[in-house]
């Protein structure tokens, strides 16, 4: 290439831009080639260190010793160890055994028992609310009782707690029933005296047409005599 450029088959207008366009894709060709080299030697580094680690993880002796050293209720630099006075069923014991970041699950939800929780405990929010405004309250639960009373405040309350009783309902439905009766009775009969109203006035018409046609037939033929 440099010889080309030197003959003359180039004019010598052309042979500058030439000569900076080739030095600008050397610089390019040499900074990605640094580049490369850089993160090359970066990421061999990194995989050596792996390496070295998951060596010495698998050097490490695994079998009865590591589980007795786990299980060791007095070593409390790698487990968490409970309290000896305090008393845990198996279950719960069973579920811990299984390590901190193990939550348990249920696959399926009852919705309707979950909402009946929810009303028992919303129930037994009011009671408490309820009781511990009365008179008969007990006088020593007053200091417990305030944070409880500037929560209840906040809560927006229902606009009614009433609930319909068995024999309301019975009218209600009664009621409910004899009006759809009474409109769908009216309405029949309203349709039935239209009908009623057009056959009328359609027999009155067609007897009206034929005593018309008899009469001028009678009084052609009375001419015509």
Not at 128 to 153: A, E, G, L, R
Not at 157 to 177: A, H, I, L, R
Not at 197 to 212: D, L, N, P, W
């Amino acid at each position: 290439m440099p010889g080309l450029l030197s003959s003359n088959l180039i004019p010598g207008s052309m042979v500058e831009p030439i000569k900076s366009k080739m030095k600008v894709k050397t610089t390019v060709h040499l900074q990605n080639k640094a580049l490369y080299t850089f993160l090359r030697s970066k990421k061999n580094a990194k995989l050596q260190r792996l390496r070295q680690d998951r060596s010495s993880a698998t050097d490490t002796p695994v079998g009865p010793t590591q589980s007795a050293h786990v299980n060791d209720k007095n070593d409390t630099h790698k487990v968490v160890c409970m309290p000896a006075d305090l008393h845990l069923p198996e279950a719960q014991r069973q579920v811990l055994s299984k390590g901190l970041k193990f939550v348990p699950l249920t696959f399926t939800t009852d919705k309707f028992q979950l909402f009946k929780d929810m009303e028992s405990f919303y129930r037994r929010l009011r009671l408490k609310f309820h009781f511990s405004h009365s008179p008969t309250h007990n006088v020593d639960d007053d200091n417990n009782d305030d944070d409880d009373s500037k929560y209840f405040k906040s809560l927006r309350k229902q606009k009614t707690d009433w609930t319909p009783n068995e024999v309301v309902v019975v009218v209600v439905v009664v009621v409910v029933v004899v009006v759809v009766v009474v409109v769908v009775v009216v309405v029949v009969e309203a349709v039935v005296v239209e009908v009623i109203v057009v056959v009328v006035v359609t027999v009155v018409g067609v007897v009206v047409v034929i005593v018309a046609v008899v009469v001028v037939v009678v009084v052609v033929v009375v001419v015509v005599v």
